[in-house]
């Protein structure tokens, strides 16, 4: 397995405004995931971070929202912009582990936008 | 796109129980995965499926991938109080470019002690 530490792990933000998730991995991974699940939901998928390029985006999330950045293989963040009341969410950085098929998450980073 | 569908949605048992929950889609996957969440917590994985028919077990739990590949069932046996949580499923895709992991709505499960 993987240790997958967030920060923050929960913030209040004002309508507006844009909030950083950072995701730190102890070990070099090549596959990051991010996810959001709204209140009392199951996990969504935003976006695959790739190392050196671009991020992939699944329909319904796009880049000037969703800004993600994968300097290396430790390392990601998911920037919220422009955030809105709809926003307030728990936001999840996942990777896979050195076995295909095992996914494992962080602890979550819970939002609420006033 | 693909989507997975979990029931039952919730469910109260008795303490010492038996619990099934399953998973079922209109695609294919190549693995499956079975997670519980906690409040305020991430998403732990609890068994990890590869092989179309693969029965596995971890402790009290007891999961399969589905002949068809389009389904999976989660079993916990003799329930205990520390089983309540959300249990999901997962499956993971790669076809068309893409390589992803897709969950299930979730199961909510209570135990009545």
């Known amino acids: 397995s993987a240790v997958i530490s967030q920060k923050p792990s929960r913030d209040i933000c004002q309508r507006g405004t844009s909030l950083t998730i950072q995701c730190q991995v102890d070990?070099?991974?090549?596959?990051m995931f991010w996810y959001r699940q709204q209140p009392g939901q199951s996990l969504t998928l935003i976006a695959t971070a790739n190392q050196g390029s671009e991020a992939t985006y699944e329909s319904g999330f796009v880049i000037d929202k969703f800004p993600i950045s994968r300097p290396n293989l430790t390392f990601s963040t998911l920037t919220v912009s422009n955030m809105s009341p709809e926003d307030s969410s728990i936001y999840l950085c996942?990777?896979?582990?050195?076995?295909?098929?095992?996914?494992?998450f962080g602890e979550g980073s819970r939002l609420t936008v006033l | 796109g693909q989507q997975l569908n979990q029931s039952p949605q919730s469910m109260f048992i008795q303490e010492g129980e038996d619990v099934s929950m399953n998973c079922t889609s209109s695609s294919i996957f190549n693995t499956w995965l079975w997670y519980k969440q906690d409040p305020g917590e991430g998403p732990v994985l609890l068994i990890a499926l590869y092989k179309a028919g693969e029965l596995t077990s971890n402790g009290r739990l007891t999961a399969q991938f589905g002949i068809t590949r389009k389904d999976s069932f989660l079993n916990i046996s003799a329930s205990i109080p520390s089983d309540v949580g959300i249990y999901f499923c997962?499956?993971?895709?790669w076809g068309s470019g893409t390589y992803k992991y897709i969950f299930g709505t979730g199961t909510r499960l209570k135990v009545l002690a």
């Open positions: 996942s990777v896979e582990a050195q076995q295909a098929g095992e996914l494992f």
């Open positions: 997962a499956g993971q895709f």
């Open positions: 070990s070099q991974v090549t596959m």
